[in-house]
Structures are given as C-alpha cells and as structure tokens.
C-alpha cells in the first residue's frame, strides 16, 4: 500500500520560514519523480515544485525542494513566505502511469 505523509505545516508570519516533509512508503522511492502541489481556497490545485529543478514563478527563489532517498523522503524549504503562500500542500509521487498523493498539510501565512 503506497503512503505518502506530508508534515510540517503550520502558522508562520509573513516573511518565515517553514520546512515540508513527505515521507514515503509502498514504493521504491529512488525510482519516482517526487514533487510538491498547493491548492488555495477556491482555487485548482497548482504545481509548487517538481523534480529537482521546475518550479512555479511565484515560488522561484523562495522555495527550495530536495530528497534523500535513504529516508524515502522528499522536503520543500520554504522562505519569505508571503500570504498568498497560504494552501493545503501536497506531496505528489509519479512513475509512469502510477500518480500518488498525500493527504496534505496546511500553511498558513498571517500576522
């Protein structure tokens, strides 16, 4: 059974910093392009950072993601935060035709 468990989220003020994790089981973590999704209220799901290198513009220079498959776990670094950051993230793992989602973890960006 795939898993995927997002933690980290939380309230921070504008200009913090928060770290994301998603923790991966039930499936040979190296092997799927991992990446991070938000979705505001209201709002469709949108595309954070993906792989390695691709991310949204809102974020560029912001947010940083990363892995370490020894712990089958993917991060997103996030700074400066700024309210509009505020979302439900969401860890996405894809191989091929298989597409897995984690259940999500709130950011919320407010004085």
């Known amino acids: 059974q795939v898993q995927l468990v997002e933690s980290g989220g939380g309230l921070v003020q504008p200009g913090g910093s928060l770290r994301l994790s998603c923790a991966a089981s039930g499936i040979i973590f190296r092997l799927y392009r991992m990446g991070w999704y938000r979705q505001a209220p209201g709002k469709q799901r949108e595309l954070v950072a993906d792989g390695s290198t691709s991310y949204a513009d809102s974020v560029k220079g912001r947010f940083t993601i990363s892995r370490d498959n020894a712990k089958n776990t993917v991060y997103l670094q996030m700074n400066s935060l700024k309210p509009e950051d505020t979302a439900v993230y969401y860890c996405?793992?894809?191989?091929?035709?298989?597409?897995?989602w984690g259940q999500g973890t709130q950011v919320t960006v407010s004085s």
């Open positions: 996405n793992a894809k191989l091929g035709t298989e597409n897995y």
